[in-house]
């Protein structure tokens, strides 16, 4: 079967700022405009653009019913809790953790992958009490009084809690307020209820309006999204002869309400004309579906079909997604399948794929190719300089000077020379020709040499990381059944493609293998090859004959501590104790929690090792060959200055016991300190501190051999 992504991009391509898995590391022509599935440098988004999330919260009065069992570890800012302890919590709860999750998640991915800088997160709630105060935080609210200047006034329906904008600590500490929490130390919770549902308004609800009259919430909630999107200095809308996509806009709604239109045909003729608005303005809209007390107290369904299902776009959450298989709801699987609606990571690269005979057809654009990264390394954020004065970061500006004149030397002003037996003048002009001359595409794109049975592929001196590729249906119609055909032949045939790679029209080709992926995607992997001179021999040596009890230990040993990985090997794999150490510090610091225990599922369990292997532990070492090698020579050790003949300790000045019992001796010189103890006959070798601590045992030394 083929597979296409459609408007959703799988969650292994990379983010922004990754570097090209076959970026040559002595190619510094970085100047030239990149062709199409070239990449920009410079840290610019490619192709996908930046991600804009909304989210819409129904701020109707069920939403704050607790009637939802959640796990305690998504609202304790300790995460003390190993997620066994369930308690009962509002929709709302659950709709705000799943949003300070995201945005927690967010601020650490930007700091670790230095990607996705232009990325947004805003919260909208929608819904809200037209007739509620327009009270700040922290302020009294006399629900009671009867103030003639606000009498008659309404407030929007809506009400932007979180402005639509990069993710920042600011936005985490505005939802930490908002979230339940066992932390006593922590500040009054904010009462969303309170503010903005009619039901917390003191009086209820009040007069029910004619159900004609009644316009749909949903349908403020999401014109009020449509202009935040229009309106946003963050959302970037490229130009019509720029290759660029625009960036990606998607509208997630936290409703327990099955039918916002409530059966009114005239809603629901309003809202399918909202729905075509939100096509054309290319807005993704997404619905979350939250559980809810019925008429008679039970906890009632949600049902798609009455409405969200013709009118969200084509990805479908259900409510068994949301839930684990006791009911519980799980935030951390809330957020995971936001990605899903959006794109979470983006290619690097768009280019065709070109067989054999492609210059005897011009015309043909042959198989278009999206390639993705497989790996993304992340690491922990770079430091930055603040002015001390100004408070503002610094940027490092690099200037050549010339070392007799003291004057800025140009970039035109420079010549370039390679060492070659001397100097050879070599100019950029000289290197691009080369480049040009060496390569057998001049446009981005995957050349086909030929094919070889997949035995001769090399499992050893393979270069760079795994790529992955798949078709691109939407730029070059027809590519991805030629692609899975292709595929298909290359397994039934077992061959590898031998190709050549160009991802920048600057740049210099590399030699790739080509390798059908065995599964039901019709994708490849593209997997770099040396050139000859890159290759390095290992010298081939005589290991002698395998020994039958040290085999058979061995085996034991291995069946014995044999990882059972029920799951697939990407979930198990453990993460980095480095970055959760070091966040989990930098959140300490900034969202003013305190500083837990960090599980490191990376260490090695040494203890239920040996409860489990430590007979074959030890058989294995017992079965391993004797070290027949030449023992080595015992070295002597050089005699300290104090017991060579002639050398005379001298005797302690009284001013060296006043400074040991005034703590004075770190006060001293290295100079000092090194003095006193060779006069000594103490060795002056190490740092202070060690310095210091020799002088003060000495002193302790002579101190007690007086007392005695």
């Known amino acids: 079967m083929a597979f296409t992504f459609g408007d959703d991009e799988p969650d292994w391509a990379i983010d922004d700022d990754d570097h090209d898995p076959f970026d040559d590391p002595d190619d510094d022509d970085d100047e030239g405009e990149p062709g199409e599935g070239g990449r920009r440098r410079g840290g610019g988004d490619r192709f996908g653009g930046a991600e804009h999330l909304l989210f819409l919260f129904d701020c109707d009065d069920s939403m704050f019913e607790p009637n939802v069992p959640c796990r305690l570890d998504d609202f304790d800012d300790d995460d003390e809790h190993g997620g066994e302890e369930v308690a009962v919590v509002s929709a709302m709860d659950v709709a705000v953790a799943s949003a300070h999750r ?12 230095r990607g996705g800088k232009r990325d947004s997160v805003g919260v909208l709630l929608y819904g809200c009490d037209p007739r509620r105060r327009a009270a700040r935080r922290g302020d009294d609210v006399d629900d009671d009084s009867d103030d003639d200047d606000s009498e008659g006034e309404e407030l929007p329906p809506t009400h932007e809690l979180i402005e639509l904008r990069p993710p920042g600590i600011e936005q985490v500490l505005t939802l930490q307020e908002c979230r339940p929490s066992n932390d006593p130390d922590r500040r009054e919770r904010r009462d969303l209820r309170r503010e903005f549902s009619a039901g917390g308004r003191a009086g209820g609800p009040g007069e029910e309006e004619e159900e004609d009259d009644v316009v749909c919430s949903l349908l403020q909630g999401l014109t009020a999204a449509q202009k935040i999107f229009g309106s946003s200095k963050h959302v970037k809308t490229p130009a019509p002869s720029s290759k660029q996509l625009p960036d990606s806009k998607t509208v997630w709604i936290f409703t327990n309400q099955d039918d916002p239109c409530r059966d009114n045909e005239g809603q629901r003729t309003r809202m399918d004309a ?57 935030v951390e699987a809330v957020v995971e399948n936001f990605a899903m609606g959006t794109r979470k990571r983006r290619k690097y690269a768009t280019l065709p794929l070109l067989l054999p005979g492609w210059k005897e057809r011009p015309d043909h654009p042959g198989i278009m190719l999206d390639l993705y990264s497989l790996v993304q390394v992340r690491s922990k954020p770079q430091k930055i300089t603040v002015h001390q004065e100004k408070n503002k970061a610094t940027t490092r500006k690099t200037s050549r000077i010339n070392a007799e004149t003291g004057e800025v030397v ?155 990985l029920s799951e697939d090997f990407e979930s198990c794999l453990p993460e980095n104790p480095w970055l959760k150490h070091f966040f989990g510090y930098l959140e300490s610091v900034s969202l003013g929690r305190a500083l837990g225990e960090v599980e490191d599922d990376a260490r090695m369990d040494a203890d239920r090792m040996l409860k489990n292997a430590a007979e074959e532990i030890e058989s294995f070492s017992l079965s391993l060959p004797e070290d027949e090698g030449p023992a080595a020579k015992e070295r002597k050790r050089k005699a300290p200055p104090s017991s060579k003949p002639g050398v005379a300790r001298e005797g302690i000045g009284e001013e060296w016991f006043d400074r040991y019992e005034n703590d004075e001796l770190g006060l001293l010189k290295n100079d000092e300190l090194k003095a006193f103890l060779k006069s000594r006959g103490e060795r002056v070798a190490g740092k202070k501190a060690d310095l210091v601590d020799r002088a003060t045992r000495v002193i302790r030394e002579e101190l007690s051999s007086r007392s005695r």
């Open 274 to 330: 909202l729905r075509k608005d939100c096509r054309d303005a290319d807005i993704a809209v997404h619905v979350l579906p939250l559980p809810r007390k019925d008429a008679r107290g039970g906890e009632g369904g949600f049902d798609r079909t009455i409405f969200y299902d013709g009118f969200t776009t084509p990805y479908k959450l259900d409510q068994g997604e949301v839930d684990s298989d006791d009911g519980v709801v799980d």
């Open 102 to 113: 995201l945005l927690r998640t967010k601020v650490r991915d930007v700091a670790e992958t």
């Open 410 to 564: 140009e970039k035109e002003d420079i010549h370039h020379f390679a060492d070659f037996c001397g100097r050879v003048s070599i100019q950029p002009s000289n290197l691009a020709k080369m480049k040009r001359a060496s390569n057998s595409l001049e446009a981005p794109g995957l050349l086909v040499h030929g094919f070889r049975p997949m035995k001769l592929l090399p499992t050893t001196n393979l270069m760079s990381k795994t790529v992955i590729c798949v078709a691109n249906e939407s730029r070059v119609s027809g590519s991805e059944k030629a692609l899975y055909n292709l595929k298909q032949s290359m397994m039934k045939k077992g061959v590898f493609a031998v190709g050549e790679l160009l991802l920048r029209a600057t740049a210099t080709s590399n030699m790739v293998a080509f390798v059908p992926k065995d599964d039901g995607f019709g994708g490849f992997l593209i997997v770099q090859l040396p050139f000859r001179e890159d290759t390095r021999n290992v010298p081939q040596s005589d290991i002698g004959f395998a020994d039958r009890n040290a085999v058979d230990a061995a085996k034991d040993l291995i069946s014995k501590t044999t990882l059972n």
